[in-house]
């Protein structure tokens, strides 16, 4: 009964997982302002990245009121270039790694890790690895605002392995994680603290990203709203600090996935 139990549990988890692995960009470094500091048109960044996933409500598929996937990310790294092609025109990308443990949690786990012979040793229940990248190109206005649109997609896959006292072997399931998407981005940047001798920026963005093609599990909304803030410190011309923050699913609370990011710039 526990064994079958796990496995609805285990199915339960990649659904919920498959919901939440939406990439998403991140906001392009070629802003109007910031090219009056330093006209380079390479820019290479590096940053590190925590995602904060929400806890998903799986008991309709487990049949146990109050089960739930808590999702706990590590803190990754993510790479991003941009250059600038024209006084207008730029293209660009970013790649990031994420990995992250999945642990059940409600009457289900509980059940699962009672006892004298428990199915489960630890809430922890399994990993995912997922490589997401992004290739887009930007395009500046006049009056200052940059759009960008381009492809975005994901690959990787969710295991999840218990070893049963009673019984010998492993439960083992693997689950594919893939799709490509489609996004389009408007973005504005505006110099801030303008007292300072170092030159601060502040960038604002609106998005909305769309799924074309699965060739994995990839449940969830197929559309959705994005929207991101950036704050970015130049203490040289070449160099910038920046703090950045990414949300999607706005218009869905219970897969609301926030991202963020602090790292560095540099132009060459």
């Known amino acids: ?93 970013w790649y990031n790694p994420l990995y992250t443990d999945i642990y059940l949690e409600g009457p289900t786990a509980d059940l699962l890790l009672a006892g004298p012979a428990p199915v489960l040793s630890s809430p922890r229940v399994g990993r995912s690895a997922v490589k997401m990248w992004s290739a887009h190109a930007n395009y500046r206005l006049p009056s200052g605002l940059v759009l960008q649109a381009g492809a975005l997609g994901y690959s990787g896959s969710l295991t999840l392995r218990t070893r049963n006292p009673r019984v010998p072997g492993d439960l083992l399931l693997q689950a594919q994680l893939e799709s490509t998407e489609l996004h389009c981005w408007a973005h504005r940047t505006w110099r801030v603290a303008e007292d300072y001798d170092e030159p601060f920026f502040f960038t604002g963005g609106l998005g909305v990203r769309h799924r074309i093609d699965e060739a994995g599990l990839a449940p969830g909304p197929k559309t959705s709203a994005e929207a991101s803030v950036a704050l970015s410190y130049f203490p040289s011309a070449r160099l910038s600090v920046d703090l950045a923050a990414w949300f999607t699913d706005l218009t869905n609370h219970e897969t609301f996935t926030s991202r963020f990011n602090a790292g560095i710039t540099g132009r060459f």
Do not use: K
């Open 1 to 93: 009964m526990r064994r079958s139990q796990l496995l609805v549990a285990a199915l339960a988890l990649a659904l919920a997982h498959g919901s939440l692995c939406h990439a998403g960009p991140f906001l392009t470094l070629h802003g109007d302002d910031q090219s009056t500091i330093d006209p380079s048109p390479l820019r290479i960044g590096v940053a590190a990245t925590a995602w904060n996933l929400p806890t998903i409500d799986v008991s309709a598929t487990t049949g146990a009121a109050g089960d739930r996937v808590d999702f706990r990310a590590d803190v990754v790294p993510v790479f991003m270039a941009e250059y600038r092609l024209t006084e207008r025109l730029g293209i660009g990308g």
